[in-house]
């Protein structure tokens, strides 16, 4: 049986804006949601959809994607406060740092841009017109994708299931979505209504709103190797904290401020982890966020650019 849930506000949006881009834990959590659920507002807006142990083809997603959470540090606000005695900033001077981005010293002179923590988080699919370092880069399908497109076309199961759950969780917002993907097909994902998705590894996320997306709304799985804790998708606007785990399917308005929760492991589940092994091996001297766990769990938030339309 599907709970229904409909929740008062708990703070403000403003207020909420005040701590972008810091971390929060779950203090702020007043409803855990490990079962069936749908919330909305008390005045009925949607704010998400949850079910567990739909999707059932993880394999198919972990044999293909668990590689494809590429390093970043331009994920702004979600990537959370400067850390300066982090592994990754210990090996550069920083330059005015604030909040969640900085500069730092190359040859002596600060750097051209501003950055933010170095986290595993890259776009997959289609991206629509940007600049980078100076250049006009077209709509396109993401050089990440290009060089494993066999690999991604492989795991287009996983994400079509996906889809198949967005359809039949609210199909208003799904409907909506799709209409708008097709008038630019060649940049749609096969027949979902997504053109990008993005994809994160032990990157707990610091409170922010998603932005580039259309119509707010999107979807959101997780994959997972070895035993943890925690990383649990916060909506602290209304209380909210959701267990989301693998085989999982998470439908939420995106345009409200969200984050994740600690990632944290017990004794018991160190010993387990150490003991099964982990499939991807990295340097963690290197620094980036999470390289240094001994567990995966890799997250998947499927949507469509809004200027997707203008290419």
């Not at 917002?173 to 993907?181: G, I, T, V």
């Not at 707990?204 to 190797?225: F, I, M, N, P, Q």
Request: hydrophobic fraction near 30%; glycine fraction near 8%; aromatic fraction near 10%.
């Amino acid at each position: 049986m599907v709970k229904i849930l409909k929740l008062p506000e708990l703070c403000t949006d403003a207020e909420l804006k005040t701590i972008k881009g810091e971390f929060i834990d779950e203090e702020w959590i007043h409803h855990i949601i490990n079962e069936d659920c749908d919330i909305f507002d008390d005045n009925d807006k949607f704010i998400l959809s949850f079910r567990k142990k739909k999707l059932k083809n993880v394999k198919v997603g972990w044999d293909n994607y668990h590689k494809m959470a590429n390093a970043s540090r331009g994920r702004g606000a979600s990537a959370g406060p400067i850390d300066p005695n982090n592994a990754y900033w210990k090996k550069r001077t920083l330059h005015k740092t604030s909040g969640y981005s900085t500069s730092y010293l190359v040859n002596g002179e600060p750097s051209k841009m501003r950055v933010n923590n170095h986290v595993f988080s890259n776009p997959i699919g289609y991206y629509d017109k940007t600049k980078n370092m100076g250049n006009d880069l077209p709509c396109r399908l993401t050089s990440f994708t290009q060089k494993h497109i066999d690999k991604f076309n492989t795991g287009l199961p996983y994400l079509q299931e996906i889809a198949e759950c967005y359809c039949e969780l609210n199909p208003d917002a799904y409907h909506k979505q799709l209409d708008r993907a097709k008038l630019k097909s060649e940049f749609r994902i096969t027949d979902t209504p997504f053109s990008t998705i993005t994809i994160n590894r032990n990157f707990r996320t610091a409170l922010h709103k998603d932005a580039g997306d259309y119509g707010g709304v999107a979807c959101l799985s997780v994959l997972e190797e070895g035993q943890y804790n925690g990383g649990l998708f916060t909506i602290p606007r209304f209380g909210i904290g959701v267990n989301l785990r693998e085989g999982d399917i998470l439908i939420a308005d995106v345009h409200q401020y969200h984050s994740n929760t600690e990632l944290w492991t017990t004794t018991s589940q160190d010993e387990y982890n150490k003991k099964n092994g982990k499939t991807i091996k990295e340097n963690i001297a290197v620094g980036t966020a999470g390289i240094d766990y001994n567990f995966t769990r890799i997250s998947f938030v499927c949507y469509l650019r809004e200027k997707m339309i203008n290419c």
